[in-house]
């Protein structure tokens, strides 16, 4: 692969030139912030241990700066972007920046949550700065509908980055933390300040690492039953299981049922038990509805 221009990444005046062309303006609705500092983005390619025969999808690229830090390293990078006038303008900037790299460039102009295939071969992992305030069902849409995925590396909100990365008994563990689980290893992959986006966001960022569990959970339960039970524990966190999953359970006395034969304390709460737990309740309660 021939190596690109040193100066084929986009600084802070190649993104506010992008941008004032463009006629855009960052929206606060779709989360918007750009990163303009180079460091950064090949900083996160290189946390995401990107390989050049990955096949990246990139979520919310934006006016591109970590696209062409992706395609640096990877064999191909696919791009879904929502927004109609970064749509459309990302492959000619692509084309501008790295040519010997622009067939190896794919974009889909569409909402990442509707996305239910990818153009070219599977993707092998996700890297995205991900919109603030859909992370985490983006998220979860994407390890779900591409199993290929096995590595994946997202910038989010600090405090969504803790909750993902959360373990059982944590003060921030609950519903993302266990259906991050269920797909993947999680663990805190470092921080991003708010000096390097343009608008300078008013929180700070962190890099969350996923790595998909090489089988998987071992259960007779379906994904749907089992996130059923967690979403059902965590609506009421602060009662105790036998209680918030009477209503899941048709009632307190079937709910205390399937956790005694899970191995689960009926006093237990949502927020100390692990995935594989949830899915033992799952189990229960489907054998005691057959």
């Given at each position: 692969?021939?190596?690109?221009?040193?100066?084929?990444?986009?600084?802070?005046?190649?993104?506010?030139?992008?941008?004032?062309?463009?006629?855009?303006?960052?929206?606060?609705?779709?989360?918007?912030?750009?990163?303009?500092d180079?460091?950064?983005?090949?900083?996160?390619?290189r946390?995401?241990?990107?390989?050049?025969?990955?096949?990246?999808?990139?979520?919310g690229?934006?006016?591109?700066?970590?696209?062409?830090a992706l395609?640096?390293?990877a064999?191909?990078?696919?791009?879904?972007?929502?927004?109609?006038?970064?749509?459309s303008?990302?492959?000619?900037?692509?084309?501008?920046?790295?040519?010997?790299?622009?067939?190896?460039?794919?974009?889909?102009?569409s909402?990442?949550?509707?996305?239910?295939?990818?153009?070219?071969?599977?993707?092998?992992?996700?890297?995205?700065?991900?919109?603030y305030?859909v992370?985490?069902?983006?998220?979860?849409?994407?390890?779900?509908?591409?199993?290929?995925?096995e590595?994946?590396?997202?910038?989010?909100?600090s405090?969504?980055?803790?909750?993902?990365?959360?373990?059982?008994?944590?003060?921030?563990?609950?519903v993302?933390?266990?259906?991050?689980?269920?797909?993947?290893?999680?663990?805190?992959?470092?921080a991003?300040?708010?000096?390097?986006?343009?608008?300078a966001?008013n929180v700070?960022?962190?890099?969350?690492?996923?790595?998909?569990?090489?089988?998987?959970?071992?259960?007779?339960?379906?994904?749907?039953?089992v996130?059923?039970?967690?979403d059902?524990a965590?609506?009421?966190?602060?009662?105790?299981?036998?209680?918030?999953?009477?209503?899941?359970?048709?009632?307190?006395?079937?709910?205390?049922?399937?956790?005694v034969?899970?191995?689960?304390?009926?006093?237990?709460?949502?927020?100390?038990?692990?995935?594989?737990?949830?899915a033992r309740?799952?189990?229960?309660?489907?054998?005691?509805?057959?």
């Open positions: 692969m021939s190596s690109p221009t040193p100066d084929a990444l986009l600084g802070p005046a190649d993104i506010r030139e992008l941008a004032a062309a463009l006629g855009v303006r960052p929206t606060k609705q779709r989360g918007q912030n750009f990163v303009i180079a460091n950064t983005v090949r900083r996160i390619v946390t995401a241990e990107v390989r050049p025969d990955d096949v990246v999808v990139e979520v690229p934006g006016l591109g700066s970590l696209t062409l395609l640096e390293a064999d191909r990078v696919t791009a879904v972007e929502i927004d109609d006038v970064l749509a303008a990302l492959p000619a900037t692509i084309t501008a920046r790295m040519p010997e790299r622009a067939e190896r460039f794919a974009l889909v102009h909402d990442a949550m509707h996305v239910t295939e990818l153009p070219g071969p599977a993707p092998t992992a996700l890297v995205a700065n991900l919109p305030n992370a985490v069902p983006v998220l979860l849409h994407m390890l779900d509908t591409f199993p290929s995925i590595r994946t590396l997202v910038m989010v909100q405090e969504v980055a803790d909750r993902l990365a959360a373990a059982p008994g944590s003060k921030v563990y609950g993302p933390s266990v259906k991050a689980n269920w797909y993947a290893e999680v663990k805190r992959a470092g991003i300040g708010r000096n390097v986006f343009w608008p966001p700070d960022s962190g890099l969350v690492s996923l790595v998909r569990r090489a089988e998987p959970l071992k259960t007779t339960a379906s994904k749907n039953e996130f059923a039970v967690i059902a965590f609506a009421q966190r602060r009662k105790t299981l036998r209680a918030a999953l009477a209503g899941w359970a048709g009632s307190a006395a079937r709910a205390e049922a399937a956790l034969a899970a191995g689960v304390s009926p006093q237990a709460r949502g927020e100390s038990l692990t995935v594989e737990e949830f309740i799952a189990e229960h309660q489907q054998k005691d509805s057959e």
